[in-house]
């Protein structure tokens, strides 16, 4: 049974956290990214920003937030996922509406509001977005809270081509992944211990839910790595740094990369 606690991050915070330990100024390589922002309309009521970049009529993939919001970290994966192999068109929907954490208690805070069914939805609308403009298959990636909302997508999300996701399980009040409908592939570090959300509890648990589901899978678990270990900018690993995760393995981030642009160009390119 999947064990996740209903809300994220809050059975096991991390001792060593300060809670403002993570203001400094945010650059990047994605600063002078050719990012296109765009208005997306969910519904009759509700539109979001996004932001884009990569090819126009590449295969589309939606990459999805870390708790901070829309930083400098999830647009350097963007520009990264657009350059991978033929390249891709990365879309990142901006779930806090234009809200960033800039600290720890900032960045919880926010998570604990969003509306996740909601986000759901916003992702929907991403991924017609994409079929619409130009990507004949569309996936969805995301890291953390954006990895566990990956694996609802491809619960709930019936259009979503294929999904990898890093460190991060939905609580099963939102999905449960026996119900998948997307080919999954996912990604943990050995050493996360953030229990029961992307802990190696909960990814051996992901596993056994994705075997029930019978649609294809991978679970990788990366040993001697933390949560969040993809964060390779010198900000990001800076933050990790304050955050008490000092492992840095480029060659676990370099063969995760491998990974997710196989995956990809499998199912969206064929």
């Known amino acids: ?9 809050t059975t096991a915070p991390l001792r060593s956290i300060s809670p403002f330990a993570c203001r400094f100024s945010l650059r990047s390589i994605a600063d002078s990214a050719p990012f296109n922002k765009i208005r997306i309309q969910r519904d ?5 920003d996004a932001y884009v970049v990569g090819k126009n009529n590449a295969p589309g993939i939606v990459v999805l937030q870390e708790w901070w919001g829309v930083d400098f ?22 779930l806090y509406r234009g809200k960033v954490g800039l600290d720890v208690a900032e960045a919880q805070h926010l998570m604990n509001g969003l509306d996740w069914q909601g986000a759901v939805k916003d992702i929907h609308a991403s991924v017609n977005w994409l079929k619409a403009n130009g990507s004949k298959k569309a996936g969805v990636t995301g890291f953390c809270m954006g990895g566990a909302l990956t694996i ?7 259009n979503v081509d294929a999904a990898v996701a890093f460190y991060g399980v939905p609580s099963s009040d ?14 943990f570090g050995e050493l996360d211990n953030f229990f029961g959300f992307s802990d190696v509890t909960a990814a051996k648990a992901l596993e056994e839910k994705l075997k029930a589901s019978r649609v294809a899978h991978e679970v990788h678990i990366y040993p ?6 993809m964060n390779r900018s010198p900000e990001g690993i800076k933050r990790r740094k304050s955050m008490g995760m000092p492992d840095e393995d480029e060659v676990a981030v370099q063969l995760a990369w491998s990974r997710f642009q ?3 160009t499998h199912y969206l390119t064929g």
């Open 152 to 158: 609802a997508s491809s619960v709930l999300i019936p």
């Open 174 to 187: 939102l999905a449960d992944p026996a119900q998948a409908k997307a080919p999954v592939q996912a990604h």
């Open 262 to 264: 196989s995956w990809m």
């Open 44 to 48: 009759n009521d509700t539109a979001f």
């Open 73 to 94: 970290e999830i647009k350097n994966h963007a520009v990264m996922i657009s350059q991978l192999g033929r390249g891709f068109k990365a879309l990142i929907p901006d």
């Open 1 to 9: 049974m999947l064990r996740v606690a209903p809300k994220f991050f």
């Open 224 to 229: 001697s790595n933390g949560h969040a270990f």
